[in-house]
């Protein structure tokens, strides 16, 4: 059916960059809406920015808004998430998710990658 598979994380150091990519395996990738979450130790996993299947409407958690920015490419059938001005606060499992509807509740999504670790040192 659908499988998406993360990839990009890394250690970086505080105020640096980095681009997560997303693969999403289906042909019907354009009619998803795709986001970003992430799950740091101890804390339950959490919504970091959604980005509906035309392209043109985001939203971002208040944590990274102004810092990260999602995007996609329908044609390669791929969702980004750049972060730049990373923080320490930002060290967590990062997950790339789909769903039919437009939704910041974690449950509310129907597939998941894997995820991806994304390290951030002071």
């Known amino acids: 059916q659908v499988q998406l598979v993360e990839s990009g994380g890394r250690l970086v150091q505080a105020g640096g960059s980095l681009r997560l990519s997303c693969a999403f395996s289906?042909?019907?990738?354009?009619?998803?809406?795709m986001g970003w979450f992430r799950q740091a130790p101890g804390k339950e996993r959490e919504f970091v920015a959604v980005?509906?299947?035309?392209?043109?409407?985001?939203d971002y958690a208040d944590s990274v808004k102004g810092r990260f920015t999602i995007s996609r490419d329908n044609a390669k059938r791929t969702v980004y998430l750049q972060m730049n001005s990373l923080k320490p606060e930002d060290t967590a499992v990062y997950y790339c998710?789909?769903?039919?509807?437009?939704?910041?509740?974690?449950?509310?999504?129907?597939?998941w990658g894997q995820g991806t670790q994304v390290t951030v040192s002071s």
């Open positions: 289906g042909r019907t990738f354009s009619t998803y809406t």
């Open positions: 998710a789909a769903s039919r509807m437009m939704s910041v509740v974690v449950r509310d999504w129907d597939y």
């Open positions: 980005i509906r299947w035309s392209g043109g409407s985001t």
